[in-house]
């Protein structure tokens, strides 16, 4: 009787432990840090198939034929997107997911009815749609990020960082409210340990003509964030590029080209740099997309709106130790910009859906443990 009174009161205890930390027991991940790195409107068309021969073109404003040829064209499409994003290809969608190949029926799309960059990054950043976000103007987004929230919880507080090429990330954010680093444009690095080179890198940013309003070039600012990354080893680091857009709206298909590659480049460098770091190596997860996608017929490519159906569309990858290796994702269920949210703070066992139940579900299969 006594023996089973302790066993039975040893049971309640038990299961009290368990209703008190049921979730983040079920919750355990070995994901302790994240990149989360973004390509502005890069269409699933080419991450998917590579170069289009149609834009690859005097139509698509290819300056050097013959040079954009040897770079990007090849015979069959999964040699040509590997030539486009290399690393993905060989090891992010090789170790990882990717979602949003339509033809074998995995669908990656925004909520946001708006199919434009502002609402996308809401989107993605706070895990719902805001039908009041819907312009691209500097004013402050009124919802919390799921990079906020993180912030504000002390594992995580001011080891969050955000840098964009574009100046209105610190708005999309709301860098007055958020309390961490977040850079965006031209403004120079002022948050965490500023190294000689982010000295230097700062110089550029205050010394570079700005001909592009609002939207510099990748380089300097990537280079910014990988700094930053390096001295500060932030938990979680956003980083967002832009030039594919920028390209893509110039009628540059040679250059939209190019900011791909470099888009995948970056990425490559800011992985192999976290693997190389004991903070990161074997417990960071690595997340890639882009904000919208673009027109898809004639010179619909160039830009994005609702009037230009595809604009919709979007792809996703996914790579980390809770992130089963099953490749390129086919007939699946269609995923949505609205769960990066969601599924970035699953990936370090913590509930977001809880503490917004707006924001979309976690995308499961990307958060089971291998
Ligand atoms: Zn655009």
């Not at 355990?28 to 149609?54: C, M, P, S, Y």
């Not at 990882?96 to 074998?104: P, V």
């Amino acid at each position: 009787m006594r023996t089973k009174c302790i066993v039975s009161k040893g049971l309640v205890v038990v299961l009290l432990l368990m209703a008190v930390c049921g979730g983040a027991i079920a919750a355990q991940t070995k994901t302790k840090n994240i990149i989360f790195i973004t390509a502005d409107g890069l269409r699933w068309e080419e991450v998917f198939h590579g170069a289009d021969r149609g834009l690859l073109s005097k139509e698509g404003g290819v300056a050097d034929q013959a040079a954009a040829d040897k770079k990007y064209w090849r015979e069959t499409a999964t040699e040509r997107r590997k030539a486009v994003l290399p690393f993905l290809w060989t090891e992010v969608a090789q170790k990882g997911q990717i979602f949003g190949n339509r033809d074998l029926g995995s669908a990656s799309r925004v909520e946001n009815p708006y199919w434009f960059s502002f609402p996308g990054y809401s989107e993605m950043l706070c895990g719902f749609v805001d039908e009041s976000v819907n312009s691209n103007n500097l004013v402050n987004n009124p919802n919390v990020s799921v990079l906020e929230w993180l912030h504000r919880k002390p594992a995580f507080k001011n080891k969050v960082a955000a840098f964009g090429a574009w100046d209105a990330l610190p708005y999309i954010l709301n860098r007055d409210r958020a309390g961490f680093v977040i850079n965006g444009g031209l403004d120079p690095v002022n948050g965490g340990k500023i190294s000689e080179r982010q000295y230097f890198l700062n110089a550029l940013k205050t010394e570079t003509v700005d001909l592009n309003p609002g939207a510099p070039p990748d380089s300097i600012m990537f280079y910014s964030a990988l700094e930053y990354f390096k001295q500060n080893k932030p938990r979680v680091i956003y980083i967002m590029l832009g030039w594919t857009d920028v390209a893509a709206h110039r009628g540059r298909y040679d250059e939209y080209l190019k900011a791909a590659r470099l888009y995948d480049e970056y990425v490559r460098k800011i992985w192999n740099t976290a693997q190389s770091m004991p903070e990161y190596k074997g417990n960071t997860t690595l997340i890639m997309t882009t904000d919208h996608g673009r027109g898809e017929v004639g010179d619909g490519w160039k830009s994005h709106s609702t009037n230009l159906p595809g604009s919709e569309k979007t792809w996703m990858a996914y790579m980390g130790p809770d992130t089963p290796a099953l490749g390129e994702r086919s007939n699946v269920d269609e995923v949505t910009n609205s769960q990066f949210a969601a599924t970035l703070a699953a990936l370090l066992g913590e509930d977001y859906n809880a503490a917004q139940p707006k924001a979309g579900k976690v995308v499961q299969d990307v958060v089971k443990g291998k």
